[in-house]
């Protein structure tokens, strides 16, 4: 990045001099007992009580610089990277600042990752340790690891949490945590710990397409983030935050973690996703603030209406797809609260959001206005209506770039510094965006662009429709695409092509944006953050 434009950034504020380790030191100096982390393990837990466990700021502290000494004496060096894979759990509070503390970069993993994704990934960033857990699902992760420490010449050490632990692996509690375990001397960290701009956490894209890219970001462009954000919502040391979203997807990680670090707030913690236990969760610790995908926020609505909680949350923020419009009123009716709508990517984070001054139902027809002072542009597609164009963006969020692949990255960049993020978008007339899906997954009909975020949410409005998405399939060479609606049934209801094409005329949409054929499924394939896989449905609905 220019060294013109880092200095603009810390003369607007967006970028500092300090790092969240800064504001760890700042908390456990001025409120050591505060709560900084809360933390339920359904899968660790013996019978059906729950693993309860809270860490005080002075503890988090603690735990941090143990962990970083470890890391040190495991050999990893200053820049390298530790490549960390566990379920949403407290540890990864710990060993996220742990990283920053002993000069290595963080590097989170998804679970449900297996050995293709992780071959790539451990290869790509060269990690030289690697925290896994015994299991996930059906998978026995452990020995996986140890299969690809075996191939991967950088891989020197795997270090496992829960259950038996294949020979040759270190137990992350005895080795990283335990009391037992000697505090480094302050000075030996202090040496190596990551300043505000150096790469510090590596965050592999969901991978709705193509190979899986290393974005690389700095504690600054992090900061950029979370300060824009909790500026929009006033937010301040009160803040008890969870998320839905994985803590090892840049959500969990930045907001879900960073966000709470840097105002002295509390993150919440839990790997289970069954919404009863969610909202029973969201109750007895008092959230204040909860970002949940549209797909899971239906099963919120659900569970909080057949037996309601008395919930202490003050904000309800939903990104990842596009807010169907009586979910709003759901949010209103259900919870009490005005729901927002957010858009970003693992590259720059949390964009754009909707803001309370904006009209009560703006989540469900715009992707909000920047932050951060980042900015937009849209490139039209000439012909096309409601001036629907590619969007570029750039400002203090954007990442520093794809790990061991700068031409990559640079493919993506225009002269002057904006990023092209593969999505169509319009201007939502507040200057805002209204994403309208990306460009690979754009549907041609007589040489226009389809609207399909405006088709999916009335189709998503069906009384018979639980979840809805569109896809285009191509018919044959020169031809329109067949638009396609792809659903899942509320309540086992048969939804049927004319009753959807009904709703779309009643909505006022033209006929070229119909759907001329529909497929009904049990469930539509996501990617880890909510976003559908598009992709997987054109090849499984493919016109032969």
């Not at 729950?50 to 143990?66: F, H, N, W």
């Not at 970069?105 to 060269?126: A, D, K, Q, V, W």
């Not at 259900?334 to 720059?348: H, I, K, P």
């Amino acid at each position: 990045m220019e060294a013109k434009m880092a200095d603009d950034y810390r003369r607007r504020g967006w970028w500092r001099d300090q790092t969240f380790l800064d504001d760890l030191r700042r908390t456990t100096r001025d409120d050591p007992g505060r709560i900084a982390v809360i933390t339920r393990a359904f899968d660790r837990a013996p019978g059906p009580v729950p693993d309860i466990r809270r860490l005080d700021y002075a503890e988090l502290s603690l735990l941090a610089d143990r962990a970083a000494g470890t890391l040190v004496e495991l050999g990893v060096r200053p820049g390298g990277t530790v490549a960390v894979q566990l379920n949403d759990r407290w540890e990864l509070a710990v060993l996220a600042l742990a990283c920053m503390r002993a000069g290595a970069r963080f590097c989170p993993l998804l679970p449900m990752y297996r050995r293709r994704e992780l071959e790539i990934m451990l290869g790509l960033t060269e990690a030289r340790v690697f925290i896994t857990q015994a299991r996930h699902a059906e998978a026995d992760l452990g020995a996986l690891a140890v299969s690809l420490a075996a191939e991967l010449p950088s891989l020197a050490h795997v270090v496992v949490a829960d259950g038996p632990r294949p020979a040759g692996t270190l137990g992350l509690y005895e080795t990283f945590l335990a009391p037992s375990r000697d505090l480094p001397a302050p000075a030996l960290l202090d040496a190596r710990e990551l300043g505000p701009d150096d790469p510090y956490l590596t965050l592999f894209t969901s991978g709705t397409t193509g190979e899986p890219k290393g974005v690389l970001h700095s504690a600054n462009t992090l900061y950029a983030a979370v300060r824009g954000e909790a500026g929009v919502f006033g937010l301040d040391s009160s803040l008890v935050m969870c998320t839905t979203a994985s803590y090892t997807h840049y959500t969990g990680v930045v907001q879900g973690m960073l966000m709470p670090i840097m105002l002295g707030g509390t993150m919440v913690f839990q790997d289970d996703r069954d919404t009863g236990a969610v909202l029973d969760l969201l109750a007895e610790e008092r959230v204040t603030f909860l970002y949940v995908a549209p797909y899971y926020l239906r099963r919120l609505f659900d569970e909080q209406r057949s037996r309601p909680r008395d919930l202490a949350l003050e904000w309800l923020v939903s990104g990842s797809a596009s807010i169907p419009p009586h979910y709003v009123d759901l949010a209103r009716d259900v919870f009490g609260l005005r729901l927002f709508s957010l858009w970003g990517m693992s590259e720059n984070g949390p964009v754009t959001i909707s803001r309370p001054d904006d009209p009560e139902d703006w989540a469900s027809r715009s992707d909000g206005s920047p932050i951060s002072d980042m900015e937009f542009r849209i490139d039209p597609l000439p012909g096309q209506p409601d001036g629907i164009g590619v969007l570029w963006v750039r400002g203090p969020t954007q990442c520093l770039g794809y790990d061991r692949r700068p031409e990559v990255y640079a493919a993506s960049l225009d002269e002057d510094g904006w990023f092209n993020t593969g999505d169509l978008a319009r201007h939502d007339g507040r200057g805002g965006i209204r994403i309208e899906g990306r460009v690979g997954d754009a549907i041609k009909h007589r040489a226009f662009v389809i609207p399909v975020t405006d088709i999916e949410a009335v189709v998503a409005q069906h009384p018979k429709v639980a979840e809805a998405t569109v896809i285009g399939l191509p018919v044959g060479e020169g031809e329109d695409e067949q638009i396609c609606a792809v659903v899942t049934a509320a309540d086992g209801s048969a939804v049927t092509l004319d009753e959807l094409r009904a709703s779309l005329k009643d909505a006022g949409m033209m006929e070229m944006y119909w759907p001329q054929r529909l497929e009904v499924v049990s469930a539509l394939p996501k990617t880890a953050n909510g976003k559908v896989r598009k992709v997987e449905l054109k090849e499984r609905y493919a016109v032969r």
